[in-house]
Structures are given as structure tokens and as C-alpha cells.
Nanobody
Framework: QEQLVESGGGLVQAGGSLRLSCAAS????????MGWFRQAPGKEREFVAG????????DYSDSVSGRFTISRDNRKNTVYLQMNNLKPEDTAVYYC?????????????????????WGQGTQVTVSS
């Protein structure tokens, strides 16, 4: 079972940058596609970005494509989300997620509902 711990959230002005990190507990980290979701007040949780176990495949929502970059370091069991040119509408709680399975299947699950494992979330607030 994966335990996921996010860090790196905070308050930033519009146009600024933040990098989120998610540390996974399992030694089988490479069995999982990893991803980020976010939930703003009064809105449903939405997919932000996903990355396959090998980092060979990445996917982004239209709203963040070109501004956010997901990456992973399998030696450190950690996935990152570099967020640049932040906008007030990026304000949300950001959640790390892990989906197990072959790349195509895991990435499809990631983008739709997310996998079985979730972190506790980290708050990102972007001021205008």
C-alpha cells in the first residue's frame, strides 16, 4: 500500500512559480503511474497532470498545459509538479495520486478518476 505525502504548497503572487513534491513510501514506486489533481472551493476535484512509471508518457489538462511540468525521480520515490506563470484560478488544494498497472491502463485511470492512493493535499493560493 502506498502512502503519499505532499509538500511545497504556499502563497504566491500571480505570475510566480511553485514546485510541489510528493514522496511515496513504497519500494514498489515504479509500479505506479503518478499524478496530480486539484480541488478548488465549491468545485469538483480535477485531473491536472500524470506521468507513467518510466516517465516516458506525460499528460496534462488543457488549463495547465504549457505552464506546469510533471516529473519523477524513481531513485527518491518522489514525483514533482513544477508550476510556472501561476494564475489566481490555479488556487486549490493539490493532491498527489498513484495508479497501479500497465502504462496505458494506469494513465487512463489516472486521467479519469485517479488511482487508489491519495495524499492528504497541499494548499496552493495564488493572489492577484
Amino acid at each position: 500500500q502506498e502512502q503519499l505525502v505532499e509538500s511545497g504548497g504556499g502563497l504566491v503572487q500571480a505570475g510566480g512559480s511553485l514546485r510541489l513534491s510528493c514522496a511515496a513510501s513504497s519500494r514498489t514506486f515504479t509500479n505506479y503511474a503518478m499524478g496530480w489533481f486539484r480541488q478548488a472551493p465549491g468545485k469538483e476535484r480535477e485531473f491536472v497532470a500524470g506521468i507513467s512509471w518510466s516517465a516516458g508518457t506525460t499528460d496534462y489538462s488543457d488549463s495547465v498545459s504549457g505552464r506546469f511540468t510533471i516529473s519523477r525521480d524513481n531513485r527518491k520515490n518522489t514525483v514533482y509538479l513544477q508550476m510556472n506563470n501561476l494564475k489566481p484560478e490555479d488556487t486549490a488544494v493539490y493532491y498527489c495520486n498513484a495508479a497501479r498497472g500497465p502504462t496505458t491502463q494506469a494513465m487512463a485511470v489516472m486521467k479519469s478518476t485517479g488511482g487508489d492512493y491519495w495524499g492528504q493535499g497541499t494548499q496552493v493560493t495564488v493572489s492577484s
